[in-house]
T-cell receptor, first 112, second 114 residues
Framework: DAKTTQPNSMESNEEEPVHLPCNHSTISGTDYIHWYRQLPSQGPEYVIH???SNVNNRMASLAIAEDRKSSTLILHRATLRDAAVYYC?????????????FGQGTTLQVKP | NAGVTQTPKFQVLKTGQSMTLQCAQD?????MSWYRQDPGMGLRLIHY???????DQGEVPNGYNVSRSTTEDFPLRLLSAAPSQTSVYFC?????????????FGPGTRLTVL
């Protein structure tokens, strides 16, 4: 069965970089890796996605291992507003349906 | 664009009552989904649709019905509400382009079943 594992929680200090890991050892070659986050009392919001190459956008960077069995979401300078639950979501063959299967995610705490 | 809108924001039902949660998007997205989120848990997929007239079941479909008569709307019906359906419900949509397309979520409906 497809399985994604993330740490339950992480802590960071404000203004410091944060590396959020994700293992997805059963991912196939065509499965994209998505990251979403959920701020308290809000719906999830898109952060970043990628397939094979490392990706950057205004919110974060995504580093994908060469074997694609793991990836790391990088927040370059954490702010208090980045405190949220971060979900790593590989497609696992659902690329033509729009389905996202959420796990428990990683709860990120940011300390001032 | 308003994005994905959901109504109502809050709802209290008695056991056995039925109701419809509304979801609409104005981005002309083909794909729409319904999720529920129980306290302290991740989101679970209830039903999804890949276009008007096409729906399918997700992880937890029991007790819910959906239909997709238009591209814009994707209502979720609770047939006979039970306390186990107390949850926050999120609707989402995305385009049918490459598999990496962004999915947009609505603000959620908080449902309590007494």
């Amino acid at each position: 069965d497809a399985k994604t594992t993330q740490p339950n929680s992480m802590e960071s200090n404000e203004e410091e970089p944060v590396h959020l890991p994700c293992n997805h050892s059963t991912i196939s070659g065509t499965d994209y890796i998505h990251w979403y986050r959920q701020l308290p009392s809000q719906g999830p919001e898109y952060v970043i996605h990628g397939l094979t190459s490392n990706v950057n956008n205004r919110m974060a960077s995504l580093a994908i291992a060469e074997d694609r069995k793991s990836s790391t979401l990088i927040l370059h300078r954490a702010t208090l507003r980045d405190a949220a639950v971060y979900y790593c979501i590989p497609n696992y063959g659902s690329s033509n349906t729009g389905k996202l299967i959420f796990g428990q995610g990683t709860t990120l705490q940011v300390k001032p | 664009n308003a994005g994905v809108t959901q109504t109502p924001k809050f709802q209290v039902l008695k056991t056995g009552q039925s109701m419809t949660l509304q979801c609409a998007q104005d981005m002309n997205h083909e794909y729409m989904s319904w999720y529920r989120q129980d306290p302290g848990m991740g989101l679970r997929l209830i039903h999804y649709s890949v276009g008007a007239g096409i729906t399918d079941q997700g992880e937890v479909p029991n007790g819910y019905n959906v239909s997709r008569s238009t591209t814009e709307d994707f209502p979720l019906r609770l047939l006979s509400a039970a306390p186990s359906q107390t949850s926050v419900y999120f609707c989402a949509s995305r385009t049918s382009g490459p598999s990496g397309d962004t999915q947009y979520f609505g603000p959620g409906t908080r449902l309590t079943v007494l």
